[in-house]
């Protein structure tokens, strides 16, 4: 009975327990998210009196593993299970709920919670003997310190895991540490030996066909062919990974392997498809959420976004992730983060943060005996310092990075020259084995042979044929095996050499670096010392030598706590404030005389804070000194001579005004009498014009004639005069507004076309497409250069032709160069009157009689060079003058971006002209006043008085012509043309220059349809 009731409660028992695990499943849903409270499933045994400790260790294991992929869930039965073991003292269940706690741990980033279960292990084991388990506790304890970047430290432990493995003929264990190894031992740069690891576990999985196995040694792989810079070889290595991870839905590796392809088009300078994987990246790890794996997704997001120069960006992802990498307590990449930070301050020049993130991550690479980062973050040191112009600090983290630098060298040649050692005595051991070996083998065979010649003497002739059989085979087996060794010895020796000469080539590279900088110290203009506490001079560059005028040999025997007595209280501050700058002191010259210095000092200690020795920098300013004394005597001469200056520059001010006095006045009496003798001279022109209309007699007409040519032609004079006057003055302004070339090109080529066709002249007009843009010019000085340079063409031009070219040379969206020709055929300037040309009053004299005076080139050059532009001329005597005005950097209108001449202003304008749009339109002549208009004689009055006031714009004049116009109207009847007139005379006298330009051109348009109906 006893024993069925034992039966019935363990039946029960086990039922409850698959009944509890099932309960847990149903709980669970796809994604490992419980739908009740743990704790309902933990009272559900907890309370159970059925269930023995034994049988709840073992539920507590089951459910751990039930909720393996939500390791925060399995870390409480973890624990319960480590406590129930513990209390019953239960060394395999206590060994495998440590070891469950750890590997949650790890996956939670907690490294040193793991670090602590695994260290409880270690003690378990130690006590109990439980060394089946100590393997795993090895691999488990090194893949920790792995991901905690405790890279010596899980080297150490994978080594351990895989000689226990090795003991226990345990091959998968022996391939999961010898991956371990593989990787690890990749972060000194070992990639060979990392390579020869991974091939091997490689090997072992593709024996036992474990896919799985062999793909995260792909990715292992992966990394360090990514480390060794064979970027190529990598990528091939992650996708074959990843796919086979995506087929297995497994959502931590693919995330993992995406960071790494996005590592690799990093390093390609694709970035943009770098951060796609990196987002890819990302979302997979919501999915399956991971601290250290997010920290480093947005770190990678951060450094893609620093290469493509978007800085802010890269600083918020930089910052989150750094918030991560603390709390996970990742070192290595906390410095890497830091000093990532420190680069983008950095571009951003906000060099104090950069100089703030590099000390911190020296500080964490330091801790961490990161030599790669703490060299990296010595680098960012001296370029923050020397960018806040600190030399001083930047020289000085600049020789730590050096001495790291070489420090590093030489530890990578001393690892390399031990594992060539080691690698040399393995085979060595390797050939005593073998030759132990075959002792053991013959001292055996003797054994046997002596055993079986006292029991089995009858037998001694088939022995002795088997030993001589066997032992010919041995030889030949022998002879075989010491062929192959041979050629694998000569193998290795090749190999050898090789790492030799790579260690020559090495040696040499450093011996090349050194001398760089020692050229560098040598060759500085400033001297740099290195001293001990005690005061003998280490070293000394040549600039110190020269400025003490010593030797080396001299200055080695100075004892500078002996020779100066200041010397101890320098040092002192600098062991107090650890560097001392600008500090100035006289030192004696080896010859006696003395200098004037300013030295600087700073301490170099070892890591572990211990003074090594001082280096310092001098600057020899003892001309500064003399310079200093010499001011400081001549001062009071120098005060008599400011003096005397002030005294001359109140007269040269007093002189100034008078002279401003002076050029005022000649201002103001060129104005008044240019207006007396304007006001007159139109009048007398208006009363030529009509007189021209009563006097019939040829003589008579001429005489007319030539008073008004006289009068036109003083007109022109004054106005030229006036111009040149303020131009010399500096008071004439340019009023920029947007306009467009083509049109003032147009408008011109119009007003003469008659005095062309008078002539007989071919006018030529050519324009640029991009003329026909709004541009921002004078639109008055551009009239009227133009107007005074074809003017001279025509003028100077009795057959042949004229040409007026516009072209753009050089265009963007926000300007353009302007290049402006007028050539003719004419008479051509002579050689010896070229250099004069552009001088004021001064006019070709080619043996021909033209009238001018002289002012219109003059005007024409320095109109130019106030637009920033150039006039230049080339002329052939009988051939004719090429003029060429080059304008650069014209500013072209952009609408609503521009201020002068706002788009509101030009709304306004246009809203006013189309206010008139009706009434000008109404302004069309009919062909019976056309007609009328033309036989009147209207073209030969006042074709060549409109022709002046449209290219000069001068509203005396236009005021003048419009009231002669409106008699004239009057006189004839014409009522459009009077109609014309008044409100060209209403706008020239508004100053309204729209309006004005308007009503201009329709008359010009008038003259235009007079000459065509002359023509039929």
Known sequence: MKNDKKIYFKLLTELLTWGVLFFCFVSTNSFGQTLIPNDTVLTVFKNDTLLSDRDKIKLYLNLSKTFNKTPEKSLKYDALGMRLAAKHHWTKSLIESSLNY???SNELCSYGQADSALAHVEEVISVDKEHIRLADYYYQRASNYYDWSRYQMAKTYYQKALEKYQEHKNKIGIAKALKGLGVTVSIWSDYEGSIGYLQRARDIYTEFGNQHGIETVNLAMGVVMEQWGKIDI??????????????????????????HIGDLYIKKGNYQKALDYYFTAENIEKLKPHKKLRSITLSNIAEAYYFMGKYREAIDYQDEALKLKYE????????????????IHLALKNYKKAVGYAKKAYKVATEGMLSPEALESLHLLSEGYYSLRALDSAYFYLNKYIVLKDKIFNEENTKTLNNLQIKYNTREKEKENQLLKLKNAQNELLIRKERDTKYLTFTIAVFIFLIALVTLLFLRARDKQNRKNNFMLQYKNTEITKQKEKLSALNAELIESRSKYKSIVENATIGMYRTTKDGKILFANKTLLNMLRSTWADLKRINLNESKPNRMSLLEMVESQK??????????????????????????????????????????????????????ENEAALIEINRELLRNNEELEKARVEIEKAYNTKSEFLANISHEIRTPLNAIIGFTDLLMQKVHADDLSQYVQAIRAGGRNLLSLINDILDLSKIQAGKIELHFEPVVLHQIVEDISRIFTLSVKEKGLDFRVTSHPSTNKLIFLDDTRMRQILFNLIGNAVKFTDEGFVELKVDVTRETKESLDLKIVISDSGSGIPTEQ?????????????????????????ITKRLVEIMKGTVTMQSMSGKGTVFTIVI????????????????HEQQMLLATLNADDTMISDIDFSNEELNRIADSGFAKLFYHRCEIAHGGHIITDI??????MIKFAQTHSFSKLHEVSVKLRDAAAGFDIERMKLYLQIINELFIKIERHETK
């Not at 074959?240 to 960071?259: G, M, T, V």
């Not at 996970?328 to 000093?339: H, N, Q, T, V, W």
């Not at 006289?586 to 003074?611: L, P, Y």
């Open 102 to 104: 750890a590997i949650h």
């Open 234 to 259: 990598a990528l091939n290595y992650y996708e074959s990974a990843l796919s086979y991870f995506e087929k297995k839905h497994d959502l931590f590796n693919q995330a993992n392997l995406r960071l």
């Open 328 to 343: 996970i307590g990742d070192r290595k990449r906390i410095a890497i983060s830091l000093i990532d930070l420190g680069k």
């Open 579 to 632: 560097i001392v700058t600008g500090r100035e002191d006289i030192w004696d010259r080896n010859d006696g005389t003395k200098m004037f210095v300013n030295e600087s000092m700073w301490i170099v200690r070892e890591a572990a804070g211990k003074s090594l020795y001082y280096e310092g920098i001098v600057e020899d300013i003892t001309k500064r000194k003399i310079a200093e004394n010499k001011l400081k």
């Open 834 to 858: 070229q250099a004069r040309v552009f001088e004021a009053f001064v006019q070709s004299n080619n043996g021909r009689n033209h009238t001018g005076s002289g002012l219109g080139l003059s």
């Open 888 to 903: 650069p950097n014209v500013r072209i209108f952009e609408g609503e971006h521009q201020t002068i001449k706002t788009v």
């Open 959 to 964: 005021v003048s012509c419009c009231a002669d």
